[in-house]
């Protein structure tokens, strides 16, 4: 992932506060500053910089209101094929115990419309997404959870 300088970090949080997804975060720093990076990149990128998007506060109120004891409404299941089975917004992860050949890491996403898909992460720390027919596109919103939940399924995995 390319480094930023203190100017272009600014700018990334400035477009967060003007409530930018990461769609067009990406355009700008390409457009702006001549750096591309994947979607993936973009999330790790807003998430490393400690910033909240505006699609994500919505989120996180709602969820707050479904659960005013603070507990976490992510709920887990074993399964014996996955590490983990994830819920967030409709959105499920799970991760392969055994990886997909040629992958660091790999497993499948079930999107709130009912789709799965399948993904890896290769050993350069690239996300691949294979969709489950030609021309499918999640919603923006269901990319952000899967990429969140993804993150943190993978943090806390013994792998």
Do not use: C
Not at 42 to 47: D, H, I, P, Y
Not at 60 to 75: I, R, Y
């Amino acid at each position: 992932m390319a480094k930023l300088n203190a100017e272009q970090k600014a700018s990334v949080g400035s477009w967060v506060n003007d409530g930018m997804g990461l769609s067009d975060i990406q355009k700008r720093l390409k457009e702006d500053f001549d750096i591309s990076l994947t979607f993936m990149d973009v999330r790790f990128l807003v998430s490393d910089l400690s910033l909240q998007l505006k699609s994500e506060d919505k989120q996180k109120s709602e969820l707050d209101q479904k659960n005013p004891d603070g507990h976490d409404a992510v709920q887990s299941n074993d399964n014996p094929d996955n590490l983990g089975d994830e819920t967030s917004g409709g959105v499920s992860v799970d991760i392969d115990k055994v990886v997909r050949p040629g992958a660091a890491a790999s497993g499948s996403v079930t999107f709130s419309d009912g789709k799965k898909a399948t993904w890896h992460v290769d050993q350069f720390g690239q996300l691949g997404l294979v969709p489950p027919e030609e021309g499918y596109q999640p919603t923006e919103e269901d990319l952000q959870a899967f990429q969140m939940e993804l993150r943190s399924a993978m943090q806390r995995s013994p792998f």
